[in-house]
């Protein structure tokens, strides 16, 4: 099939280079020219594993093309693939629709011919009915610019994979005919064995948002486990995974540590708070604000698990912060739990150098003061206190024995729950991790000792 995906950021972009790998022509559309010439060249202007090598194939062999006119995108298909962003709005909790607005704007007016537009983005409830309307009254063909909701789950890291291989398709059509669109559109995937669940439009909206909230929740869950832990000395990672033994409970998703970040969760609890108390039940989801908050008390007990090591003051100290990114495998700094808690430490006083296998580009830009490493090797010289914000594989594996050497202090927090303490105790190191009890030498001094 031929279809255009409009709007190539992480979500975008990704799914251009799948939907061509599917077999389908793809045009990508994109209001930025710099994106669009990174594209046209090959090149994914963010770190997202496997997504190059797609891209590259795809443009190579021409069934992947980027352009930045509307009017081409609405003469190369029938179908057209909504996936700019729904970031936060300045200065409120709700979503800013500036951009999917202007999709159908500019798009609609061009849709001469029968055509289906699918929304992809993360969307407060109601949006696609907005929508519809919208797209029906200023396309030339009229009713039959039809709208659906296809809402998308993939995760930044495992974008390529969740893409091709995802565990639901969700779509949210009013007709037989953008049903069968749709499944035309995927059927490689569904082939596959990926189940389809058919919805309304409020419904197909609402399963993202309501997704997103129980990942969130998920985690604030247990992070709110890690402060109780906190105050009576119990093991959070223990029971995190007494607890993951239940079926009904599981595993995934109760990492207790710094928290959860990036360019969805955060904002997406928000927007979906704001838009109930918009429909008048925003007693429902009060309890966001509650995940939100724990979520951020916990980059507060990292500043606060400083001070305490360091006498009372960060001022001075020089730490060595491991991660930038929100997340490993990928470079997007979006709201990143560990470069807050850098830049927060750095305002202090302290004297704070960054590492991260793929964000550096990203953090240098947004937070040009904070110092920056090559490796963790050279970000940890010296250092009074070590934080391990983001867990990478290539932290996980460094060597705690030479870096002792290396270190001003042998001391490290880990607020991700991802280090082997044992490894880093033997070491030498104290070791100290959010929930769990502090593992100390004796005789440790503070970081002036
Ligand atoms: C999230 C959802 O997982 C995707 O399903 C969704 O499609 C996407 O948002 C979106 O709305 O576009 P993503 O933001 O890529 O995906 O990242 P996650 O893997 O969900 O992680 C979010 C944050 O939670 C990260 O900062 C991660 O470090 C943190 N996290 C995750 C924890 O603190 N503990 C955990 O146990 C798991």
């Known amino acids: 099939m031929r279809l255009t995906v409009i709007g190539t950021g992480y979500l975008g972009a990704t799914h251009a280079a799948c939907m061509a790998e599917l077999g389908h022509e793809v045009l990508g559309v994109d209001v930025d020219p710099d994106k669009i010439a990174a594209l046209r060249s090959g090149r994914v202007p963010f770190y997202e594993p496997g997504l190059q090598e797609l891209l590259a194939r795809h443009t190579a062999s021409g069934r992947l093309r980027f352009t930045t006119s509307y009017e081409e995108a609405a003469a190369f298909a029938r179908v057209h693939f909504s996936c700019v962003g729904t970031p936060q709005s300045q200065g409120s909790d709700a979503a800013d629709l500036t951009y999917v607005d202007a999709v159908i704007d500019a798009l609609a007016p061009h849709l001469t011919e029968p055509s289906l537009v699918i929304g992809k983005s993360t969307v407060p409830v109601g949006t696609a009915d ?182 009372g003051t960060p001022a001075g100290v020089r730490i060595a912060v491991l991660g930038a990114a929100f997340k490993p495998d990928s470079d997007d700094i979006r709201d990143s739990p560990a470069l807050d808690i850098a830049v927060r430490l750095h305002e202090d006083g302290a004297d704070v150098t960054v590492y991260d296998p793929q964000a550096m580009d990203n953090a240098r830009k947004k937070h040009p003061l904070l110092g920056y490493a090559l490796s963790a090797t050279e970000a940890m010289a010296d250092a009074d206190v070590v934080l391990h914000l983001t867990e990478w594989e290539e932290f996980r594996s460094l060597d705690p024995a030479a870096l002792a050497a290396v270190v001003g202090h042998p001391r490290i927090v880990d607020g991700r729950g991802a280090l082997d303490a044992d490894r880093w105790v033997a070491a030498g190191w104290d070791f100290h991790a959010l929930g769990r009890p502090a593992r100390v030498r004796t005789g440790a001094s503070g970081c002036a000792g």
């Open 130 to 311: 907005r929508l519809a309307a919208r797209l029906a009254e200023l396309a030339p063909s009229g009713a039959d610019a039809e709208l659906a909701w296809n809402p998308e789950f993939l995760r930044e890291g495992f974008a390529v994979r969740d893409t091709l291989r995802p565990d639901r398709l969700v779509f949210g059509v009013r007709s037989p005919g953008a049903e069968a669109l749709l499944r035309e559109v995927y059927a490689p995937v569904i082939v596959g064995g990926t189940p389809v669940i058919t919805a309304d439009f409020p419904t197909a909206e609402l399963v993202k948002t309501a997704a997103n909230a129980f990942l969130a929740t998920k985690i604030s869950f247990i992070n709110a486990m890690a402060e109780v832990c906190e105050a009576t000395g119990a093991d959070v990672s223990v029971l995190a995974t007494a607890i993951g033994h239940d079926e009904r409970i599981g595993a995934r998703f109760l990492r207790a540590g710094v928290g959860f970040g990036g360019g969805c969760l955060p904002k997406d609890i928000r927007a979906f708070a704001a838009r109930a108390q918009e429909l008048g039940t925003g007693h429902s989801l009060a309890f966001l604000r509650e995940v939100d908050a724990v979520n951020l008390r916990r980059r507060d007990r990292v500043t606060e698990l400083v001070r305490e090591l360091c006498g």
